[in-house]
């Protein structure tokens, strides 16, 4: 399967809030009749809710329902339901622009099962960040440059 994505009548792609999320989170639980690889229907039913939120760029609530849903499931999470949870919870920290978060969280999602198209996106994704966060750590070092002492140094 490869994505094609939706054309207007003219033949251009059509920009469609959402998509990489929502392929991302049905390719979670792709073609596999193991249980531990299955979203169970009530923690997808708060998923969506979820997703909904990030598609209307709420970021915010959407950390919240995700706080609600990881109070109520996560001690019986499924492979598939953890991995979801973190992609889900990296997209609503992209969108506060928390990139140590997302990244952290999409490291969390590789560790499960993915597809390999889901695995190659957030592979990237991660490159991405790691890229992103390194230069706010190297700015955050620049903008402290002017300390001489060092972290386990104190001022007499």
């Known amino acids: 399967w490869k994505y094609e994505p ?3 009548k003219d033949g251009v792609a059509a920009i469609r ?3 990489q999320t929502q392929i991302t989170f049905e390719l979670s639980g792709y073609g596999n009749y ?3 690889q299955q979203v169970r229907p009530l923690v997808r039913r708060n998923f969506l809710r979820v997703r909904r939120k990030i598609e209307d760029g709420d970021f915010q609530g959407g950390l919240e329902k995700l706080v609600e849903i990881e109070e109520r499931f996560g001690d019986t999470f499924t492979q598939a339901e953890s991995g979801t949870f973190h992609q889900f919870r990296a997209a609503a920290r992209l969108g506060l622009k928390d990139y140590a978060g997302a990244l952290d969280d999409f490291r969390m999602a590789k560790t499960v099962y993915l597809p ?4 190659e996106a957030i592979g990237n994704a991660i490159t991405q960040l790691e890229e992103v966060v ?3 750590e190297a700015q955050a ?3 402290n440059g002017g300390d001489s002492l060092g972290p386990d140094q104190t001022a007499n």
Not at 116 to 119: C, K, L, T, Y
């Open 6 to 8: 939706k054309r207007n």
């Open 17 to 19: 809030r959402g998509v």
């Open 34 to 36: 193991n249980p531990e």
């Open 116 to 119: 390999p198209e889901a695995r």
């Open 134 to 136: 390194a230069a706010q």
């Open 141 to 143: 070092a620049a903008q």
